[in-house]
C-alpha cells in the first residue's frame, strides 16, 4: 500500500507547476558555479566551494525545494480534496505519512544533493575541494530529509504552510538564527552545515557554523521524529473532523 501511495503521489506532485519552477530554480547555483570557475577565480577552492555552496544551495535551494515538495505531498491534497479518497480506506495514518514523506524527502533530497554535487565540482573540482563537497552532498540529504518532515508536518498544522515556511526560512533562519545566540538550535541550515563540517575533516575549517556536530545530529534526529508523530498526530485529527 505504502508502495501505491509513493507512486501515485510522486506523480501528482511532479505534475504541479510550482515543482517545475523549483526544479529550474535549482539551476541558479550550477549557473553560478560555472561563472565562477570561467571567471578564473584564484582563491582558496576550498572556502569559495564552502561559501557558496552555503549562500546558493543550503540557505535557498535546499530549504525552498524541501517548503515545496513537503507541502504539496499532502498538505495540498487536503486543501484541494484530493486526499478524502484516501483517508477513507483503512489505511493506518502512520503509513500514509510514511509514504508521503518518502516522496517528499526523495525530491528535496535528490534535488538538492545533484545541485551540491555538481556545483560544487565546478568550482572546487581538481583544485582540492572534493572532500569538502562530498561532505555538503551527505549533509544536504540529512538536511533535505529533516526539511521535508518539518514542512510536512506544518502543511498539516496550518493551511497556510508556504506562507509561514518561508517565514521560517527567510526570517528565522536566515536573519534571527545568524543573529541572536542560542537561536541555532532550532535552525535546520545550521545542522545541515555542522554536520557537513564534521564530514570535511580539516575542510571543515572553511564552514562557518555555530552549532556543534554531535548536537546538531542529535536535534536532527529530535526533529525528524518530532514531525512525524506530529504529522501522524495531526492526520488522524483530520480524519475524525472530516467525518463527523
Not at 525552498?64 to 515538495?69: E, S, T
Not at 487536503?78 to 489505511?91: E, F, R, S
Not at 573540482?125 to 562530498?134: I, K, Q
Not at 551527505?138 to 515556511?165: D, E, H, K, M, Q
Amino acid at each position: 500500500m505504502i508502495r501505491a501511495i509513493v507512486e501515485v503521489t510522486a506523480r501528482g506532485v511532479l505534475g504541479r507547476r510550482r515543482s517545475l519552477v523549483v526544479v529550474l530554480f535549482a539551476a541558479l547555483p550550477v549557473l553560478v558555479a560555472l561563472v565562477v570557475r570561467v571567471g578564473g577565480s584564484t582563491g582558496d577552492a576550498v572556502s569559495l566551494s564552502a561559501d557558496l555552496l552555503d549562500l546558493l544551495v543550503v540557505r535557498t535551494v535546499l530549504p525552498l525545494a524541501a517548503l515545496v515538495f513537503g507541502t504539496a505531498v499532502l498538505g495540498s491534497e487536503l486543501d484541494d480534496g484530493t486526499a478524502i479518497h484516501l483517508l477513507v480506506k483503512p489505511v493506518e495514518r502512520w503509513r500514509i505519512v510514511l509514504a508521503k514523506l518518502v516522496v517528499a524527502a526523495a525530491l528535496t533530497v535528490g534535488l538538492a544533493a545533484l545541485v551540491t554535487l555538481v556545483a560544487g565540482l565546478v568550482v572546487g573540482g581538481g583544485r582540492g575541494a572534493e572532500r569538502l563537497v562530498l561532505a555538503s552532498t551527505v549533509a544536504v540529504a540529512v538536511g533535505g530529509l529533516v526539511y521535508a518532515a518539518l514542512f510536512l508536518a506544518l502543511s498539516l498544522v496550518t493551511s497556510r504552510a508556504l506562507i509561514v515556511g518561508l517565514g521560517y526560512v527567510l526570517v528565522w533562519e536566515g536573519a534571527v538564527g545568524g543573529l541572536l545566540e542560542g537561536t541555532q538550535a532550532f535552525s535546520v541550515r545550521q545542522y545541515t552545515l555542522a554536520i557537513a563540517r564534521l564530514l570535511a575533516g580539516d575542510d571543515g575549517q572553511a564552514i562557518i557554523v555555530s552549532l556543534d556536530p554531535p548536537t546538531a545530529i542529535v536535534l536532527s534526529a529530535i526533529v525528524l521524529a518530532g514531525a512525524f508523530a506530529l504529522a501522524v498526530r495531526r492526520l488522524a485529527t483530520y480524519e475524525v473532523h472530516g467525518t463527523a
